[in-house]
């Protein structure tokens, strides 16, 4: 354990304040490609009975109408939060007929990017927006890399957790200031740290051959339909992603030494007029290509790991609400869909993810500088491709250290956290998930990863097989389940309440949409 973690952990344990740390608030967001019977994305429109993707809080879309996206509210209880994400999907399932939610985060049957249809929102100003930003990424970064599913795993520290650490650390600037400033700190070691994600969840080891579109591409063949690397953890995480850095020139680096510097580095990015990207055009025949013509359309262009989040407004950009109003929470993005869970992610993975997170917050945070910065660019990639590779090493303070020694380090420094959220809990739930994945450590082939390949050998089958296979059984488990009255009540008042905030938000309109977007970038200035 780190001395930070272990002073900082003492004084509330001390204090008898460590009870604090149990009280976090987790939410989850998971996205599903829609596909046919055959595997392939289908060109359907969202379906209606599943409400409006601009105005529904739990089911919405990403980046095609394809992309179903089921967000959780921040909730306090992790088996709450997996029954309410696990029911979203029973819901989505009634109205889906013979298509399948696909169980893997890398798609497989595709036919060319320009057969994926671009998510719509309606006829509204800022409907209109979120479609032609994804029009924008499809010119930019081609449209099969943004079909690619995750699982987004969001945190926030208990507010009454955030006086009490203050006096710890006897910081006397304003409450808000501090806060942001240790929620940076805690991004900043998921950075450093972040690559041990893709090692223990990472479940894309192989990819369909469709997926590269014929491009050149060191990886192995697996079989006739499949690339793999043999070692590999997540290729989703790895160079063949979405990432902005495709082309020279365009790459771009948030700085994460305070809100302030995030938040500049994020807006310099997106008033920054970018060649490659001008040579798209703004609007062309009198329809738009893309928002702008700069490095970054909008915040959420920025891929990274992690970022630090606030709610928005209706109309205000993602850097506005954090500079209005600070961190609210912390979202996590370098998590693959489990495909061995119907609701693509399990509990023991999620008291996992809030263990990190605390031991990401109580843990020593500087700069990262340059130098550091290459080697977390580094270790995630390498563990990405060769996370399994027997005695792999990454790159930590300038020295070489082998993954699995640096990764049972960290494991190990999360054990007295673990003691202290399993406080009162005799089944130590917090503990046993420390243990699963300290196994994964010691262990590689019971990872996520070693465990795919595993089947796809076992069974003799292509990627594709085997994640249809699992998509088919996760269907069958989902359709299965009865929702109780309340909750399919609730699932179909929300539909409708969200179709009848669209059409409010459609009404509410006063302006062009050439006009619209102005003001929107306007106001952030």
């Not at 950075?191 to 014929?214: D, E, H, T, V």
């Not at 891929?303 to 961190?327: F, H």
């Not at 020694?405 to 003691?419: H, N, T």
Request: glycine share 6%; charged share 20%; proline share 5%.
């Amino acid at each position: 354990m780190s001395q930070a973690v272990e002073k900082r952990l003492a004084y509330l344990i001390n204090a008898r304040q460590s009870h604090l740390l149990q009280h976090g608030q987790i939410g989850l967001e998971k996205e599903s490609l829609r596909v046919s019977p055959n595997g392939a994305i289908v060109t359907t429109a969202h379906p209606a009975p599943l409400g409006s993707a601009l105005a529904h809080p739990y089911i919405t879309t990403d980046y095609s109408e394809a992309l179903t996206e089921f967000i959780t509210p921040p909730l306090g209880n992790i088996s709450e939060l997996l029954s309410f994400l696990t029911d979203t999907q029973i819901f989505t399932y009634q109205h889906l007929g013979d298509e399948l939610l696909w169980a893997a985060s890398m798609p497989c049957v595709l036919a060319g990017g320009e057969n994926i249809p671009i998510a719509k929102y309606g006829s509204s100003n800022i409907g209109a927006m979120k479609t032609v930003y994804r029009r924008g990424l499809g010119h930019r970064y081609g449209r099969m890399m943004q079909v690619i599913a995750g699982v987004h795993f969001n945190y926030s520290v208990a507010e009454h957790f955030w006086p009490v650490y203050q006096e710890i650390e006897q910081d006397r600037r304003p409450a808000r200031d501090f806060i942001d400033n240790a929620y940076l700190g805690l991004i900043r070691n998921l950075q450093r740290f972040g690559w041990l994600i893709p090692y223990l969840f990472g479940a894309s080891p192989a990819i369909c051959k469709s997926f590269l579109n014929g491009h050149a591409t060191e990886l192995q063949e697996f079989d006739a339909s499949t690339y793999f690397e043999p070692y590999a953890t997540s290729l989703r995480m790895g160079d063949i992603g979405y990432t902005n850095s495709k082309e020279a020139g365009v790459g771009i680096k948030a700085n994460y030494d305070s809100l302030a510097d995030y938040v500049s580095s994020l807006r310099r990015a997106i008033s920054s007029p970018c060649p490659l990207w001008q040579k798209i055009g703004l609007k062309v025949d009198g329809r738009y290509q893309q928002l702008n013509a700069n490095i970054l359309q909008i915040e959420n262009e920025y891929y990274s790991t992690v970022r630090p989040k606030q709610v928005p407004g209706v109309y205000e950009m993602p850097t506005q609400a954090l500079s209005q109003r600070g961190v609210r929470y912390v979202e996590l993005r370098s998590i693959d869909v489990n495909l061995f869970e119907p609701a693509g992610i399990n509990e023991k993975q999620i008291r996992f993810l809030e263990l990190f997170m605390l031991y990401c917050l109580l843990h020593e945070s500087p700069p990262i500088d340059h130098l550091e910065q290459q080697s977390i660019d580094s270790n995630l990639l390498k563990t990405a491709h060769l996370g399994r590779t027997p005695a792999l090493k990454l790159q930590r303070n300038s020295k070489q250290i082998e993954l699995a020694d640096w990764a049972s380090e960290l494991c190990d420094g999360m054990q007295a956290i673990a003691e202290q959220l399993d406080a009162n809990k005799p089944a130590q739930p917090y503990q046993r998930a420390l243990a699963t994945s300290q196994e994964a450590v010691r262990d590689p082939a019971s990872t996520l990863s070693a465990r795919v390949l595993a089947q796809m050998q076992q069974h003799n089958e292509s990627f594709f097989s085997f994640a249809k296979r699992m998509s088919q059984a996760h269907k069958s488990y989902l359709c299965s389940q009865s929702l109780s009255p309340d909750r399919e009540a609730f699932y179909k008042q929300e539909s409708l309440l969200s179709q009848q905030r669209q059409l409010e938000i459609e009404a509410s309109d006063n302006c062009s949409f050439d006009e619209f977007l102005m003001r929107y970038f306007a106001a952030a200035l």
